[in-house]
């Protein structure tokens, strides 16, 4: 069982960053791919980024070059560092977690979810 909890979320000008960090419960942390998701108002939850417990990483292409997810195995904590933040990027997002390391953008392998933090970007 793993528990995930966001944190770092807030208002932003368009073109400023934020770090949103995900900790997480668990003695296994460490093996687990973790996943940041977004969700904006009437649209459906997307796929940003992820992690996996090789450091390897992947992004979606809306965010290739702005966004860096990372993670720190002896903290249990996955970051989510958005730099040039747009208000497109405006949205509640969501860190997940999941043993599998294969198809890591899929919403629904993942097994564990936080309970979100909101993040606003204005132009």
């Known amino acids: 069982q793993v528990t995930l909890v966001e944190s770092g979320g807030g208002s932003m000008q368009a073109g400023g960053s934020l770090r949103l960090s995900c900790a997480a419960s668990?003695?296994?942390?460490?093996?687990?791919?973790l996943g940041w998701f977004r969700q904006a108002p009437g649209k459906e939850r997307e796929f940003v980024g992820a992690?996996?417990?090789?450091?390897?990483?992947s992004y979606a292409d809306s965010v290739k070059g702005r966004f860096t997810v990372s993670r720190d195995n002896a903290k249990n904590t996955a970051y989510l560092q958005m730099n040039n933040l747009k208000p497109e990027d405006t949205a509640v997002y969501y860190c997940?977690?999941?043993?599998?390391?294969?198809?890591?953008?899929?919403?629904?392998?993942?097994?564990?979810w936080g309970q979100g933090t909101q993040v606003t970007v204005s132009s």
């Open positions: 668990g003695r296994t942390f460490s093996s687990y791919v």
């Open positions: 997940a977690a999941r043993l599998g390391h294969t198809t890591i953008d899929v919403i629904t392998r993942y097994d564990y």
């Open positions: 992690i996996k417990s090789s450091g390897v990483t």
